[in-house]
């Protein structure tokens, strides 16, 4: 009798670790997405990715300025979650400027006084629009069929994070603004995030905005500083080191415009023209490095842990990323820096998601 209830109670147990097992294997990756949106590459890609592949529950998009206006990159999410009918994405607007008084108005004489290796500054080099649906109409007609959400990014990054402890990642493939700022107002949050991965920084390759510092980090370097520093439970930094070794070009481009779908018709609007003019045509993809290796980490062929940190102080180095093998100033995080990926089956997946 104590037998046959012994095996009764083993029997349940299985049943339970198994159930619990298949739960916890058909768990979908919880990730926000917090962006300087663009149509297309790079951010666009990368949102495109995250909302068809099944393993991910994309929990919402947020807006930061760096390539574009907040406006420009509300208006931007919003169309293009509508071409992939994805109106249960919610998209939240961010916060204004970076984190140091007068950047924009200053741009024109800081980069006299530290030089650049681009011209390019983003939204900096561009009059802000009035609003997202102003955008909106101008690049698209009508009105958009979603509604951005009645709530901050910043606001939104806690509530959320709060509702899903130790279940989100956080993706600043942006400035880190909205997250500086989310883990200034709500600390609490730190420890529930389940990790960072950022766009972002230049560790053993130069800078591609001024000599020593990638854009992203470059457009707001106090933020970022802010965040590597923070004690996450997992920091994955996918930067220049990485972001420039791969080119999205022609082959690439036939494979995703070969099917007839929205995102193909798209491709061919904006990049078809580019390699008419010229068939060896390529450009960069930065973000959506950072979107496959969330969806699939076995991309991951090199990576490197070193402390971090970003260089705040305003001088020629402003925004320089830097990464100590040993142990590295006080209050420095470790963090894995990318450098390698698994190119095809990068590009398998990217053509993939694409083009469901």
């Not at 942006?174 to 972002?200: D, F, H, Q, S, W």
Request: glycine share 8%.
């Amino acid at each position: 009798m104590l037998t046959m209830k012994r095996c009764r109670i083993v029997s349940v147990g299985i049943v339970l670790l198994f159930v619990a097992l298949v739960s916890l294997a058909g768990a979908k990756e919880k990730v926000i997405l917090d962006a300087d949106m663009v149509l297309l590459y790079d951010d666009g890609v990368a949102m495109m990715m995250l909302a068809n592949h099944p393993d991910i529950e994309l929990l919402g998009v947020t807006i930061v300025p760096g390539n574009t206006w907040l406006s420009e990159g509300t208006a931007y999410a919003v169309r293009q979650l509508e071409v992939l009918n994805r109106k249960d994405i919610p998209v939240a607007s961010g916060i204004r400027y970076p984190l140091r008084a007068g950047r924009y108005e200053t741009m024109e004489v800081e980069r006299k006084m530290f030089g650049f290796s681009s011209s390019y500054t983003g939204c900096f080099g561009r009059t802000e629009p009035a609003s997202f649906l102003d955008v909106y109409r101008t690049e698209f007609g009508g009105r958009p069929t979603i509604k951005p959400v009645d709530k901050h990014a910043v606001n939104f990054l806690i509530d959320t994070i709060k509702a899903n402890p130790g279940e989100v990642t956080v993706m600043p493939i942006g400035p880190c603004t909205n997250l500086a700022i989310a883990i200034r107002i709500a600390p609490e949050i730190i420890p529930l995030i389940k990790r960072v991965v950022y766009m972002g920084g230049a560790f053993d390759t130069p800078g591609n905005t001024t000599p020593s510092a990638e854009f992203n980090w470059w457009f707001d370097p106090e933020a970022a500083k802010m965040c590597v520093r923070t004690p996450f439970a997992d920091q994955l930094i996918v930067g220049l080191d990485v972001c420039e070794k791969y080119r999205f070009n022609k082959k690439i481009f036939d494979r995703i415009t070969a099917v007839n779908k929205p995102i193909a018709k798209m491709f061919k609007e904006k990049y078809g023209p580019e390699f008419k003019k010229n068939p060896n045509y390529t450009r960069l993809v930065w973000d959506t490095i950072a979107a496959a290796v969330v969806i699939d980490p076995a991309l991951i062929t090199e990576e490197e842990t070193r402390w971090v940190d970003v260089n705040s102080d305003y001088g020629l180095d402003y925004g320089r990323s830097l990464g100590y093998s040993k142990r590295g100033p006080a209050g420095t995080q470790k963090a894995r820096i990318l450098f390698t990926i698994d190119e095809k089956r990068f590009w398998d997946l990217m053509v993939d998601l694409l083009t469901k």
